[in-house]
C-alpha cells in the first residue's frame, strides 16, 4: 500500500512540474530566442524592430495580431505558425517575461 501511495505522489509531483515548466516565460520564449536573441535585442529579417523593451501589453497586442492571421511575408507566416497554438494564458505569461528582458 505504502509503495503505491509513493508512486502515486511522485507521479503526480512530477506531472504539476511538468505542468508549470510548459507555462514558464523563460520556457516559452525558448521558441523565440533563434530569431528574436538570447534577451530579445534582435531585429529579426533587418527589417522589424527588436522587441526588448517593449511593454507586456504591446506584445500581447502584437501576438494577438500574428495569431489571428496568416500574414502575407515570409516573417508574417513564420510568427502565425509560432503563436498559433499559445493560449491567452500563455500569451500573457511569455509577454510579461520578454518586458522584463
Known sequence: MKIIFLTTLLFTFSFSNDIKENFSGAHLYNNCKPCHGKNAEKKVFSS???????????????????????GSTKYEKIMHGQVEKLSDKEIKILADYISRL
Open 48 to 70: 522589424s524592430q527588436a522587441i526588448g523593451g517593449w511593454s507586456a501589453q504591446r506584445i500581447v497586442e502584437s501576438i494577438k495580431v500574428y495569431k489571428k492571421r496568416n
